[in-house]
């Protein structure tokens, strides 16, 4: 890490990226945030929203780019994937957010393997990507939430 505030790339907009660059945000943890998605208007909107509220916090640059923006992050949060459906297994979802992993860790990976990988909406079927082989990041890079969520949902419930 370059600094003590690290840069962190968050890919995936949605509620959970979105809700993760705030709390960053809130916490004067990094020095610069910025949002990828593959709806790069969505991406700037929720930038353009935080920019707003940044008079109330700590300074931080937050800004949306494309894939490139990885190049000197210190940490990459993925937290993209598809919302489940009603009446779609769990399975088909997994399978579905998979093939959407598979496209990001290639863009990711072109542009660094040398940030720490956090990946967010990780199921049991992310966990068997081969990521330090096929893309060439060393498994201690490479951090996982596993089933947490689901564990606290269950918990709720």
């Known amino acids: 890490m370059g600094s003590l505030q690290p840069k962190i790339a968050i890919i995936g907009a949605g509620n959970v990226g979105s809700t993760f ?8 943890l990094a020095r610069e945030i910025v949002l990828i998605d593959i709806n790069e208007l969505l991406a700037k909107g929720e930038c353009i929203d935080l920019n707003h509220g940044l008079c109330f916090t700590f300074p931080t640059n937050i800004y949306s780019a494309g894939y490139e923006a990885c190049a000197d992050a210190d940490v990459v949060v993925i937290t993209a994937g598809a919302n489940r ?31 720490i990988l956090l990946v967010g909406n990780q199921s049991r079927g992310h966990s068997d990507l ?22 606290a949902r269950a918990l709720t419930w």
């Open 21 to 28: 660059a705030f709390s960053l945000m809130m916490s004067g």
């Open 85 to 115: 459906k009603p009446n779609q297994s769990r399975t088909d979802l997994t399978k579905k957010n998979v093939a959407i992993f598979k496209t990001i860790i290639p863009q990711v990976a072109k542009y660094t393997t040398e940030a």
């Open 130 to 151: 081969p990521h330090h082989k096929a893309f060439g990041y060393p498994p201690s890079k490479v951090i996982g939430t596993g089933t947490v969520l689901d564990t």
